[in-house]
């Protein structure tokens, strides 16, 4: 298990609170790659990392960094990690800039213009104590705690909750520039779908613990499509399509959600449903709320 992955998993599950929160999750990231992690509130996505970073150990299944096992992750991989926690643990008395300063002088290799750069670009007061401050600009003070040391692996959960939409943008937009320019692998998750959309090359889809999709973004869009069955009569039963993960009818007319869809696969589905089929492509969004309803 590793084959040069930066994180996978292997049915992975996690129990918590008497129930199921985790459900044979089995996932890759290579390097260099943005992973947006989608899914609704609740549906695990905290503890999917938690597990990954050692925080939680899992009920069953295994979880592994560099290669390494989650639960015993050593102090050489651990450097190599930047993480960015929903909730952060700044403390209220420090400025930000005494906090970089403290986390400075525990690496050698601490990047100080990266950090002056985008504190500037974040416009974030490092010269104010952190308890007088917004979540958004504490938001922005960890995650620049999370790139001082150039970490191979950045994760993040949910990195921009605190911030409005335009601020969220340029912060997304400046993250995904980062990677482009390390080959850092970064890992991130949002119920926002715009922001998956706007920077992940990769996306895994969790729902209700269990992972729905995972793979290149623009491969889900591009194979994913909704049909839409138009009869002379009333559709009693629509057909039964190959990765079908949605389906409606209303009267004559039939929508379907397909995953993996083949143009080929039409005209037998016409001849079926004696309709006359529209396919038209799905966006992100789209496709999630097929996947939750």
């Known amino acids: 298990m590793n084959d040069g992955y930066v994180v ?8 918590a609170g008497g129930r199921q929160i985790l459900k044979d999750v089995s996932l890759r990231a290579t390097p260099g790659t943005v992973v947006g992690l989608l899914g609704k509130n609740g549906a695990g996505k905290s503890t999917l990392f938690d597990v ?9 299944g295994e979880a592994r960094v560099f290669g390494e096992a989650s639960s015993r992750l050593s102090a050489g991989c651990k450097a190599r990690i930047g993480f960015v926690a929903q909730q952060d643990e ?5 400025t930000g800039e005494q906090h970089l300063a403290l986390a400075a002088s525990f690496h050698r290799q601490w990047d100080h213009a990266l950090i002056q750069r985008l504190a500037r670009d974040w416009e974030v ?3 104010r104590r952190v308890g007088v401050l917004s979540g958004g600009e504490r938001q ?3 995650t620049l705690l999370a790139l001082g040391h150039r970490p191979d692996l950045l994760v993040m959960d949910e990195p921009a909750s605190g911030l409005d939409p335009v601020a969220r943008r340029a912060f997304m937009l400046t993250l995904l520039e980062i990677a482009a320019e390390t080959g850092r692998t970064i890992l991130f998750s949002s119920h926002i779908v715009s922001d998956i959309e706007r920077i992940a090359s990769h996306v895994w889809i969790l729902r209700e613990g269990g992972i729905a999709w995972q793979g290149e973004l623009d491969q889900l869009k591009e194979s994913t499509v ?5 009869a002379e009569h009333e559709i009693l039963s629509p057909p039964v399509v190959p990765g079908q993960i949605h389906g409606e009818v209303r009267g004559s007319t039939a929508v379907l959600v397909v995953r993996d869809w083949n143009p080929d696969r039409l005209p037998e589905i016409e001849r ?3 309709a006359r089929v529209e396919v038209t492509p799905l966006t992100l969004e789209d496709i999630f709320l097929a996947v939750h309803s």
């Open 52 to 60: 990954l970073l050692g925080f939680a150990t899992p009920t069953a």
């Open 140 to 142: 922005k003070i960890a």
């Open 8 to 15: 996978e998993t292997r049915h992975l599950a996690k129990d």
């Open 226 to 230: 909704r049909l839409v069955l138009r």
């Open 125 to 127: 007061p490092l010269n």
């Open 90 to 94: 700044l403390m209220s008395l420090m």
């Open 272 to 274: 079926q449903s004696g």
